[in-house]
């Protein structure tokens, strides 16, 4: 039996950084598979997977596999289970998936499979920060924080104790009964506290009724920018300046932009940026499969909103919005 654990929560609330800070902690020889869902076209946090211990990473992108790509993960985990034997597999949700339908999704298989699979959790990260904006106006946190077995909150660390018992207000009317952890990325979770649960989740066919049309509220776009070409065929520059990559972001509107991922070459080398609500990091990687493009990323956010604030921002860097 191979269980499996699946991590949901919005845009940019630190899931991938949680799960990475959870492998250094499990046991010597812990075979842990993750399976990565990206709504967008550009694998990124999958290439610091792969620096990690995981015995595999493997990703489906381009769509949700709640949804426009239902069916996929079911195939995704057959073939995790053939090539690698796991003893556990963990699945890394897009942002803007409902994990209800994932669950049905693994009970099936567990019943297809005579309990080779169980679906032993559904964790749920909170964005601190940045939770009670976006649960005012997105159905999509309100489901993942209500059906979940374990809240993890996250960047609790950024705000003052009256603003955090605000959070927990917020959480504790949709969810009072789910327990609650404040964790971050440095630190990170104790394995302990996240593998075993063995959840009672959807174990009813009765709750498919909770299944909504969810990705109305978000829009994806792709950015793009190559190799700037002068008149005689040289390459000027085949990098951004850190400097004007940061003027960029800061005209960008968290209110309208949810989330920024994907590839910048730097003059330092080439760098994953992660942006999420103002805030951004940027992590060195040595890959070399971006044949020459200097950006490639992906944004999300609010409906045509988020398409007027990205070509401002793509204007600033003279890239291209697709």
């Not at 959870?22 to 792969?50: H, I, R, W």
């Not at 059906?147 to 009317?173: F, P, Q």
């Not at 327990?179 to 174990?203: A, E, M, Q, T, W």
């Amino acid at each position: 039996m191979i269980p499996i654990t699946v991590f949901t929560g919005y845009l940019g609330a630190g899931k991938t950084t949680i799960i990475l800070s959870l492998l250094p902690k499990l046991p010597k020889g812990y075979k842990a598979v993750l399976l990565k869902n990206e709504f967008g076209d550009t694998e990124v946090d999958s290439k610091l997977a792969k620096q990690s211990n995981l015995a595999a990473v493997n990703e489906i992108l381009n769509g949700c596999m709640c949804c426009v790509l239902v069916g996929q993960m079911k195939s995704a985990l057959l073939d995790i289970r053939d090539d690698f034997r796991p003893d556990r597999i963990i699945i890394e949700c897009s942002g803007s998936a409902f994990p209800a339908t994932l669950a049905f999704q693994i009970r099936e298989l567990e019943r297809e499979t005579d309990g080779q699979f169980k679906l032993d959790a559904i964790i749920t990260v909170i964005d601190a920060e940045n939770f009670t904006g976006y649960e005012d106006t997105s159905p999509t946190a309100r489901m993942q924080a209500s059906y979940s077995d374990l809240i993890l909150i996250n960047k609790w660390e950024y705000l003052e104790e009256r603003a955090l018992d605000l959070v927990l207000d917020h959480l504790n009317t949709l969810n009072d009964e789910t327990p609650k952890i404040r964790c971050n990325g440095r630190d990170g979770v104790d394995p302990n506290l996240i593998f075993g649960i063995d959840s009672k989740l959807f174990k009813d066919r009765t709750d498919e009724s909770v299944v909504v049309n969810h990705h109305d509220e978000v829009q994806t776009i792709a950015i793009f920018k190559g190799h700037p070409l002068s008149q005689d065929g040289l390459l000027p520059s085949d990098a951004v300046e850190e400097t004007l990559l940061r003027s960029a972001l800061g005209g960008v509107s968290k209110e309208s932009v949810w989330r920024i991922k994907g590839l910048v070459r730097l003059q330092g080398g080439l760098h994953i940026l992660n942006w999420a609500f103002g805030r951004y990091d940027l992590t060195k990687v040595d890959v070399s499969d971006m044949d020459g493009t200097v950006i490639r990323l992906t944004a999300m956010g609010e409906h045509g909103e988020v398409r007027r604030s990205m070509r401002r921002f793509c204007n600033e860097l003279q890239a291209i919005v697709v």
